[in-house]
Every structure is written in C-alpha cells, then in structure tokens.
C-alpha cells in the first residue's frame, strides 16, 4: 500500500510541520502546500496526490520536508531490522 492509501504521508506532513515550527527553521521558508491534483489509479478510481514530490510551494522547504521523509523511512528501515 502507497502512503497515500494508508495516511502514512498526512502524518509525516503534520510531523515535519511541528518540527519545522519548532525550530529556527521556520524563517527558511513558508510551509503553503502546493495543491493535490486528481489522478487515476490502476484500478479506475480517482485519487488526489501530489505530483513530481512537490509538497510545498516553497523549493527550500520542500527540499527539506523530502529529507525528513527520507529519514523517516531509513528509521522505519533501522526499525524492522532489529537494529
């Protein structure tokens, strides 16, 4: 299952936004997200994704809102293997 499927990505967004609030990051940039636009999936049904990892309209905060995500996923990662 993709992340949109399970929320999974909704909860790593509010995630990053607190933490970006948080911190002294929040004069980088502005956390506006960029609108999600209506695709087809494989099975016929339509769904809103955001397109080409563009999150937020702000290029800088983007770029740091797709590390976060990656790091996310390398902890997810670390998780599982027990380590």
Do not use: P, W
């Not at 993709?2 to 929320?7: A, F, H, L, N, V």
């Not at 609030?21 to 502005?30: H, Y």
């Not at 087809?40 to 809102?65: C, S």
């Amino acid at each position: 299952m993709s992340k949109y499927q399970t929320g999974e990505l909704d909860l790593i967004l509010n995630e990053f936004e607190n933490f970006f609030n948080s911190n002294l990051f929040n004069q980088l940039g502005s956390l506006e997200r960029e609108d999600k636009i209506e695709i087809e999936l494989e099975d016929g049904r339509l769904a809103k994704q955001y397109i080409k990892n563009r999150y937020y309209a702000d290029g800088n905060v983007n770029n740091m809102f797709i590390m976060f995500m990656q790091g996310h996923e390398c902890g997810k990662l670390t998780e599982r293997m027990g380590v």
